[in-house]
């Protein structure tokens, strides 16, 4: 009886009876065909179109303007970036986020005083279409710091990292080795490490964190002789937190141990207010003052707690072809031992090999005023090895 009722027949105009399963089967990869031909139709899409000044056309995809110029991926000639003056037309499905100049966002501003919307530029000026009947905004090209896509746009705005994102820094590594009537081992290495939020200069800093070590141990040996070791490290922290664009306050540790200038430990923590004189994308300054506390113990010296200030500067520079220089100066008087003032001078040139990996050399120049009777006051090093950039 079931059987019955569940094969129905029907009967074509032309040809046999065929069972109504049959027909569901046909249909179904009918319908899945076209569903098919519809989705990959959706996935497609129209390229995006640059019109140049003398009339040539190119087909691709918007990436991003950057002040006067526009980048533009085209499947052929891959990335291009073009001024804004050889464009004559921009044609895109894209939705973008349009940052005028001098316009920072803020932490608590809202982001929907950006102007967004579907780009297009034409005569110069940038057209931003938006949903339903609202009119378009348009803005001239020389207005424009940058144009960034809306899902990178929304993401930087509402991005909050967990303890170990967005860190970006290097790490060097670099060795000698010496077999003859003296035997010598030498190894240094140098951790930075900086977090700078949010990480688009777009937005106004909020606060950054960065980590410091450097270290070099050295050991020579000679048959009858007594061994000589070399042992120096470095090591600070400091977490910075803006209440402006340009100012900040600040709090740090360092630590130092140098057996060539007979300290066994220095440990020194302060706080104190900083100023970002120089912000760029290329390069950049800051300048810091700080009030700390200074505890210094010495193999054969009476140890000794400082109470003192920090003056130093941090500069740092990017060239062509990825080459960056990293600077820092710092001076430390003490304020109730006058005569135990000490200054700190590094310099780290960096110089891209393949991909993440270069070659930096560098110099660390470390001053003690007051050391240990039979140590110099000043400790040199010069330092060549391998990095590897994390970011």
């Given amino acids: 009886m079931v059987t019955d009722l569940l094969t129905v027949y029907y009967r ?61 991926k085209s499947d052929m000639l891959g990335d291009v970036t073009v001024d804004w003056s050889k464009v004559k037309e921009l044609h ?29 530029m034409e005569n110069q000026n940038l057209v931003l279409a938006q949903p339903g009947a609202q009119p378009a905004q348009s803005i001239p090209v020389g207005d424009s710091a940058m144009i960034i896509d809306q899902p990178g ?32 081992e030498s190894l240094t290495g140098a951790i930075s490490l900086v977090r700078a939020e949010p990480g688009e200069n777009w937005l106004e800093p909020r606060n950054r964190t960065s980590i410091n070590f ?43 141990h140098n057996v060539s200038q007979g300290l066994e430990i220095e440990q020194s923590y302060g706080g104190g207010v900083g100023v970002s004189l120089l912000e760029q994308t290329n390069q950049s300054l800051d300048l ?46 003490a304020w109730n031992r006058t005569r135990d003032y ?13 991909k993440r990996l270069g070659a930096s050399t560098g110099v660390i120049d470390s001053f003690l005023n007051d050391p240990p009777p039979g140590f110099r006051k000043n400790s040199f090093q010069f330092t060549l090895g391998a990095t590897y950039s994390l970011r």
């Fill in 153 to 184: 746009f929304e993401k930087a705005v509402t991005h909050k990292p967990g303890l170990f994102q967005d860190w970006a820094g290097t790490v060097t590594l670099g060795s000698s080795l010496v077999a003859a009537t003296q035997d010598s």
């Fill in 288 to 333: 810091k003052f700080s009030v700390d506390y200074v505890r210094q113990q010495f193999e054969m010296w009476p140890n000794q707690s400082l109470i003192g200030s920090w003056f130093a500067e941090h500069y740092r520079r990017k060239f062509k072809r990825g080459i960056t220089v990293d600077q820092r100066l710092n001076a430390a008087p």
């Fill in 92 to 120: 895109t499905s894209a939705r973008v986020a349009v940052l005028r100049k001098g316009v920072k966002l803020r932490k608590h501003d809202d982001p929907g005083t950006i102007p967004q919307g579907t780009l297009a």
């Fill in 342 to 354: 000490s200054a700190a001078f590094n310099t780290v040139v960096t110089l891209p090999v393949y």
């Fill in 12 to 72: 074509p105009p032309f040809g046999k009876l065929v069972g109504m399963s049959n027909y569901c089967q046909i249909l179904g990869l009918i319908l899945l065909s076209g569903a098919s031909s519809l989705f990959g139709q959706g996935q497609t899409g129209e390229p995006d179109v640059i019109v140049f000044a003398n009339g040539d056309k190119l087909a691709g995809h918007f990436v991003k303007s950057t002040g006067a110029a526009v980048t533009f």
């Fill in 214 to 256: 450097t270290s070099s141990y050295a050991e020579i040996t000679q048959p009858a002789t007594p061994t000589v070791k070399t042992s120096i490290y470095h090591g600070d922290l400091e977490r910075d937190e803006y209440f402006s664009p340009r100012l900040f306050v600040f709090g740090q540790a360092a630590f130092d």
